[in-house]
Nanobody
């Protein structure tokens, strides 16, 4: 599975962005996709993910109510709609995918073997 992330950019606080992640390769084998982020000088952290078997979506507490994960199966693409952005949302955002993942591992970066390149989101105050 290859992942191509896009949509990052510079936005003012309170603004919105939508990130996209297009998957190619063995797309039919995916069971989970989502996003992690890493800010400069900080550890990588979980943002959001969906486990397709069961249809459950998971969000980090810091983005709940502001970020929404969705997907277009026909385009093999997942989206992360981000609203009410804050300067602390500034980070490189990475799209991830897994072919086999359990619910308890959804927030664990090590559970995702497939990673896209980062797309930078910068939120100015």
């Amino acid at each position: 599975v290859q992942l191509q992330a896009s949509g990052g950019g510079l936005v003012q606080a309170g603004g919105s962005l939508r990130l996209s992640c297009a998957a190619s390769g063995r797309t039919s084998s995916r069971n989970g996709m989502g996003w992690f982020r890493q800010a400069p000088g900080k550890e990588r952290e979980f943002v959001a993910a969906e486990r397709w078997s069961g249809g459950s979506t998971y969000y980090a507490d810091s983005v709940k109510g502001r970020f929404t994960l969705s997907r277009d199966n026909a385009k093999n693409t997942v989206y992360l709609q981000m609203i009410s952005l804050k300067p602390e949302d500034t980070a490189d955002y990475y799209c991830v995918a897994a072919t086999s993942i359990i619910s308890s591992s959804m927030r664990n970066a090590g559970a995702y073997p497939y990673w896209g390149q980062g797309t930078l989101v910068t939120v100015s105050s």
